[in-house]
């Protein structure tokens, strides 16, 4: 599965869009991005995925560029429970690699009021 | 239609002891992950198991650890002999197939370990 970079860290003022930014530039075509998120001691949460076209759901949306090497993830209204660790993961969805998320160190984001 | 239950949600166990973890996937679901979550460390695949099958255990260390999930019943994670570097966020996860065409899994709330 490709690699990718993501910022430690992000601040957001409540109410605000959160555009949460992922290179992902060894990708390769039959791989998909992925978007998880962390709550403080929970369990990951699944937000969006995609393989080209721009995704939105009622959660997020997910910007892919053209050339598939970068992807944005956007919370359009961030809240205060919005705050969370973000992980991009990019992977093959079936295959031998199916199951096995490989998780990175994600982006801290906070959400200020 | 509940989530991935995870129990127990904390658990103390003395050096030597067995840790059992249990894991009951989401209904309809047939196909359960564990992943472990080392203090101030990130999330990492320990096993990929299918109902009465160990589809991938490329994350398993190679001892003490087990995992199952029998036909009836929860997917146990099995912890022998636990020292303290076991001590950890074990989560599971579980989806309804084999991932073809990419899917988002289900997290339970996870069980905390704790080795004294």
């Known amino acids: 599965d490709a690699k990718t970079t993501q910022p430690p860290s992000m601040d957001c003022a409540e109410g605000r869009a959160a555009n949460l930014p992922c290179n992902h530039s060894t990708i390769s075509g039959n791989e998909y991005v992925y978007w998880y998120r962390q709550i403080h001691s929970q369990g990951p949460q699944y937000i969006i995925h995609?393989?080209?076209n721009n995704e939105t759901n009622e959660m997020a949306s997910l910007i892919i560029t053209e050339d598939r090497k970068s992807s944005t993830l956007i919370l359009p209204h961030a809240t205060l429970r919005d705050t969370a660790v973000y992980y991009c993961?990019?992977?093959?969805?079936?295959?031998?690699?199916?199951?096995?998320?490989?998780f990175g160190q994600g982006t801290i984001l906070t959400v200020h009021p | 239609n509940a989530g991935v239950m995870q129990n127990p949600r904390h658990l103390v166990r003395r050096r030597g002891q067995e840790a059992r973890l249990r894991c009951s996937p989401m209904?309809?679901?047939?196909?359960v992950y564990w992943y472990r979550q080392l203090p101030e460390e990130g999330l990492k695949f320990m096993v990929y198991l299918q109902k009465e099958n160990i589809i991938d255990e490329s994350g398993m260390p190679k001892e003490r650890f087990s995992a199952e999930f029998p036909k009836e019943g929860p997917s146990i994670l099995r912890i022998q002999q636990v020292v303290r570097g076991d001590s950890a966020a074990y989560f599971c996860?579980?989806?309804?197939?084999?991932?073809?065409?990419?899917?988002?899994?289900?997290f339970g709330s996870g069980t905390r370990l704790t080795v004294v």
């Open positions: 209904k309809g679901h047939s196909h």
């Open positions: 996860a579980s989806s309804p197939r084999r991932d073809r065409e990419g899917y988002g899994y289900t």
């Open positions: 995609g393989l080209k």
């Open positions: 993961i990019v992977r093959v969805a079936g295959g031998t690699s199916y199951g096995k998320l490989t």
